[in-house]
């Protein structure tokens, strides 16, 4: 392995910190993209900060581009409308930029571009964390063919879906049987998987992405869709396929989405072990039990059964459009996600809690990324809202 | 109060012991039109606005109080279509309670009561759910089968939505009232056959009776558990894993950069070959 960072993760000299002049030292090593990514991640435009600085959206656009530094007063008001500590607009730290395009959106077309912005800084913040515990914690290598430092190389699985999921449960000594923890497996071939409300009540907009463009693969979970544990696994194998697949991300490109969605249903449930064990006639009640069997949903099974010929495509259609109308609806959804704790991510939660044992404190960990510590509490999965006591007024 | 007694019907959609969640509903429409009247009275009113607005919030509102301590009740909210409220969910049946005012007088039969346009999406999913009427009408897609062919792609589709019904579907709590009374009140299966005319189509139908005045009437205290559905379940997919662990170790703090790759076997360098 290298001692060098990968190409897209910058260090730069440590801010001198002076607790006299915390803003003349910050303002001197001002790095822009930091700015925008805090500004990405408090889901703000330009204008919008111009506006609650008192400047003009031109001058944030030149602190951004690089070509002027704002000024140490400005620096103050910049981290608290960011709500960042003044030290995160600094330079010196490890830092993975990642570019819009290099993310797969499980829901691109109903994620408006300040969401996705703030997914991806997100993703970015999470790599941080990841790097600064990996120095503290040996994690399970990546295990992923074909990846490497932040790229996939074509050809190692092969193009087609199916053979890429085959050789994968393959490569991973997975069998032929169902996949009892999901989540867990990914985690233990060294994928970073987050499910923690990252953008608040607009999470939802997000669904779920990942992206191969990092030094580790990264697997974003939301959960709002965590109350369905099919859906979730499913989700979390397409969004595998994504890592193994396309690392030419064409964001939003169906056939890449079908493709995902193909590499899912074989990873899941190999079409070969499947099909025999699927009803000779449309049988919903044998096919939830099949999906309980395979931790996968009966409207998967009901696709299954159509492949085989078993049902005919008007009976296809309707069973597919009404248990899609009751996925949707959300009223009768009795397995959610946390009753399984295999599909619960835990990698970094347990890899903070070693770093812990041995000396590792959060307000050391914060200060080290300069994130404050709400928001490591959220990128460790310990917050998943506002804990602090609450002031009520009688 | 008067005793219920369950038709076959009702333990098919709330469970062998349906009794107490029966009365509850009873208990509150009755409560909900009570409230209603009060604020009828109150506003001073000579038209019924006040009554009705008060009685659509009320409904939701009273189903949910008089029915959220029975063991077997969920309350929800549905994820992806729009309800300001929270409905009534029988988990181990897959069914949601609905009310619907379906009259305001007496005079109008349940039977051609109609959903008044436009019928809201979170109506039209949820009068979707208890569809069991397939449209005959033929399409291109029908041209090239024979009549038994078209009976069994027919008898199918009627199978499924049969099959369909076990995974969630909706019972109306439909009642008429008006200041002047609650008119009717009972629990059934209703069909949206026409989206733009808001024409319902009713498979069944059973009125539920008063509660007794005097009684614990009005009293939400209810605790006997719904029966529980067949317990024929798999076995769920994870239930032979083991927990795992990551092979989480530490190390030297901030020593050399993390090793987040298998590192690669050392390349053979011309002196490390074996000398021929």
Same mark, same amino acid.
């Given at each position: ?113 300040? #969401?996705?912005?703030?997914?991806? %800084?997100?993703? /970015? ?37 199916? #053979?890429? %999921? #085959? ?31 990252? %953008? ?47 690392? *030419? ?11 995902? *969605? ?14 025999? @064990? ?24 009901? +696709? ?11 009976? +296809? ?7 899609? @109308? ?13 009753? +399984? ?54 | 109060?008067? /005793? ?25 429409? +009755? ?26 919030? %009320? ?91 078209? *009976?069994? #792609?027919?008898?199918?589709? /009627? ?85 795992? *662990? ?9 020593? /050399? ?20």
């Amino acid at each position: 392995m290298t001692d060098l960072p990968p190409a897209n993760v910058r260090r730069a000299s440590q801010p001198q910190a002076s607790t006299g002049s915390v803003l003349v030292s910050v303002a001197a090593a001002f790095d822009p993209d930091r700015l925008t990514q805090a500004r990405r991640l408090a889901g703000l435009t330009k204008r919008a900060v111009a506006e609650q600085l008192g400047v003009s959206a031109v001058a944030v656009g030149q602190w951004e581009a690089g070509t002027h530094p704002p000024r140490p007063d400005h620096i103050g008001v910049l981290a608290e409308v960011l709500d960042v500590p003044p030290s995160f607009l600094a330079a010196g730290r490890p830092y993975a930029r990642l570019d819009d395009s290099a993310a797969h959106f499980r829901s691109l077309r109903h994620t408006p571009a300040h #969401q996705r912005a703030k997914a991806i %800084a997100f993703a /970015e913040q999470v790599w941080e964390l990841v790097y600064a515990l990996e120095r503290r914690v040996q994690l399970p290598p990546v295990d992923l063919p074909g990846f490497s430092a932040g790229e996939v190389s074509k050809g190692a699985v092969g193009g087609d879906p199916l #053979q890429a %999921a #085959q050789t994968l449960r393959r490569h991973w000594r997975l069998g032929t049987e169902p996949i009892p923890r999901m989540v867990r497996v990914m985690e233990a071939h060294g994928i970073i998987v987050t499910l923690v409300p990252f %953008a608040g009540n607009a999470t939802a907009t997000v669904d779920a992405f990942s992206t191969s463009h990092l030094p580790r693969p990264i697997v974003v979970l939301t959960p709002d869709r965590a109350n369905d544990v099919y859906r979730h696994r499913f989700t979390a194998a397409h969004e595998l396929a994504h890592l193994l697949l396309h690392g *030419d991300a064409v964001p939003g490109d169906l056939l890449q989405e079908k493709e995902a *969605d193909a590499f899912a249903a074989e990873f899941l449930t190999p079409g070969a072990v499947i099909r025999p @064990q699927l009803p000779t006639r449309m049988d919903l009640k044998a096919l939830e039990r099949l999906g309980q069997q395979w931790g996968v949903s009966v409207d998967s099974l009901v +696709y299954r059964c159509r492949e085989v010929g078993t049902v005919s495509d008007p009976a +296809y259609r309707r069973a597919y459009q009404r248990l899609a @109308q009751l996925r949707n609806l959300g009223l009768f959804q009795a397995e959610p996600v946390d009753k +399984y704790p295999g599909e619960v991510p835990a990698l970094i939660t347990r890899a903070y809690a070693l770093a812990e044992e041995h000396g590792l404190t959060m307000p050391a960990l914060a200060q080290e990324l300069s994130y404050r510590l709400p928001r490591l509490r959220l990128l460790l999965g310990q917050e998943t809202a506002d804990i602090r006591p609450q002031l009520r007024l009688v | 109060m008067t /005793e219920l007694k369950p038709s076959p019907q009702a333990q098919e959609c709330f469970g062998a012991n349906p009794a107490e969640l029966l009365g509850a509903v009873s208990r509150a429409i +009755y409560q909900a039109h009570g409230q209603a009247l009060d604020a009828h009275v109150s506003g001073g009113l000579r038209s019924n606005d006040t009554y009705g607005a008060t009685l659509h919030v %009320a409904q939701y509102e009273q189903l949910v109080d008089m029915t959220r301590d029975i063991t077997g009740v969920s309350i929800r909210r549905p994820v992806d279509v729009s309800c300001r409220f929270e409905l009534v969910v029988l988990d181990e049946q897959m069914v949601v309670l609905y009310p619907w005012r379906y009259a305001v007088d007496r005079a109008t039969r349940r039977e051609d009561a109609r959903m008044r346009p436009p019928v809201s999406e979170l109506r039209k999913t949820l009068l979707s759910l208890t569809a069991n009427t397939i449209s005959r009408q033929l399409t291109f897609e029908h041209a090239a089968l024979s009549a038994e062919e078209l *009976d069994a #792609q027919f008898a199918e589709e /009627e199978l499924v939505l049969t099959q369909l019904r076990e995974f969630g579907q909706v019972v109306i709590i439909g009642f008429a009232s008006s200041p002047d009374g609650l008119f009717d009140l009972g629990w059934g299966i209703a069909e949206l056959v026409d989206q733009d005319r808001g024409t319902v189509k009713w498979s069944y139908w059973e009125q539920l009776p008063p509660p007794e005045a005097g009684s614990d009437a009005f009293s939400p205290a209810i605790r006997s558990p719904l029966a529980q559905r067949d317990g024929d379940r798999a076995s769920r997919f994870d239930s032979a894993a083991a927990d795992d *662990d990551f092979g989480l170790s530490p190390r030297l703090p901030l020593a /050399e950069p993390p090793i987040s790759e298998p590192e690669a076997p050392p390349q053979p360098t011309a002196s490390s070959k074996p000398e021929d």
